[in-house]
Structures are given as C-alpha cells and as structure tokens.
C-alpha cells in the first residue's frame, strides 16, 4: 500500500483539500476536491464571529462553540470519505497539512468581537481549527506550516528536487483542469512536505 498525505488551505466555510502521493521525484495528485465545513443555510455560520459581535458574550461563546461543533463534524465526515476512497485505491493516509497564518494567538472572545481586525483573524483561524481538530479526531496526524514559511520548509525538505517538484505541481493544471489555483498548489506542496517528513 503506498502512502499518501493530504494539505488543505481552509477559506471562511470551505477549503481546498489535495491528497498527493510520490514514486521517487515523481509527484502524484490522487485526489482533489473542494470541502464544504458549514452547512447551507446555517445563520451566521460563515462568519461565526461577526455574527457574534451582536450577541452578549454568553451567547456568543454558546453560538461559536455550537458552530464549531457542526462545522468539525462536516469537515469529520470528508476525511473519511476521502481516506476511504484512497484505501479503495490502496493509499494510506500518512499526515495532513494545515496552511496557517500568522499563528499569532488569539486574544479572549471579549476582546475578539470588540476589534473588526481580530474578527477576520478568528475566523481565519476558525475553520484551520476545525479541520485540524478533526484531522486529530481520526488520529491522523496534522501539520500545521505557516503559508511563508513554506518556501523555506520545501527547500529544507526537498533541497535541489524543490524546484522540479514545484515545477511538476505548476503544470498539473494542464492535466487536471481546473480549478488548480494557488489554493490547491499550496495544498500539495505542504501535503508533499509532510509526506516527505513521515517515517514510512
């Protein structure tokens, strides 16, 4: 059974989430596809915390930890559906990559909902989290590689390969079609460098 690792850049509500594979320097994209962490219709769900902001602390701790909740199991239910297609095509998931961002803690919800800046952060930190926590709920282990630090972290992992593994993601978009967009690049290549980094 060959291995296989899959990297997601989360968005508010939805991410993009690609499962790679290699043989040697040979990089394979085995699956990709666009994951939905909210459901269709959720008030306020997109956007936890600015729905929040207008809701007294109490009821903005219970509606952000309820949407949590939902959006985990969501995202819960796309992990095994896509670990279970790979092993139907015998891949074993090795690790999962989280693209983060400025990984700056985040200050108590109090102070989140007072500053419209913090309310973007969180959210954006948000839907990372859920799909992390789901990640650990399967006990699939999670990375988590700052978006720039990933250039540095692929040329430490890859050294002289990086830039002809770069190069082989960059022409996938010929051969898959679209959508491969900076979202699914990214998502490989830190899928790749979690990949590379497990003991087999």
């Known amino acids: 059974m060959k291995r296989a690792a899959i990297g997601v850049r989360m968005h508010s509500g939805w991410g993009a989430l690609v499962a790679v594979s290699t043989s040697g320097n040979t990089v394979e994209i085995i699956k990709r596809r666009r994951i939905a962490v909210i459901a269709s219709g959720s008030a306020g769900a997109k956007q936890p915390y600015h729905f929040a902001k207008n809701l007294s602390l109490a009821e903005a701790e219970k509606f952000v930890g309820s949407c949590f909740a939902a959006s985990k199991c969501l995202a819960l239910a796309v ?25 700056r803690a985040l200050p108590p919800l109090s102070k989140i909902l007072g500053s419209h800046t913090a309310i973007h952060a969180a959210e954006g930190e948000f839907f990372r989290e859920v799909f992390s926590k789901a990640c650990e709920d399967l006990e699939l282990a999670v ?11 692929a040329n430490t992992t890859f050294g002289k ?4 593994m770069q190069h082989q993601l960059s022409r996938f978009g010929r051969s898959l079609g679209p959508p491969w967009t900076a979202d699914q690049k990214t998502a490989a290549l830190a899928a790749l460098i979690v990949l590379a980094n497990k003991v087999p």
Do not use: M, N, W
């Not at 992990?79 to 990559?97: Q, T």
């Open 79 to 103: 992990l095994r559906d896509v670990s279970e297609k790979l092993l139907e095509r015998h891949y074993r998931l090795a690790g999962s990559a989280v693209i983060l961002a400025s990984g």
């Open 143 to 153: 990375t988590g590689i700052r978006e720039r630090d990933l250039q540095e972290r």
């Open 161 to 164: 390969a990086t830039a002809g």
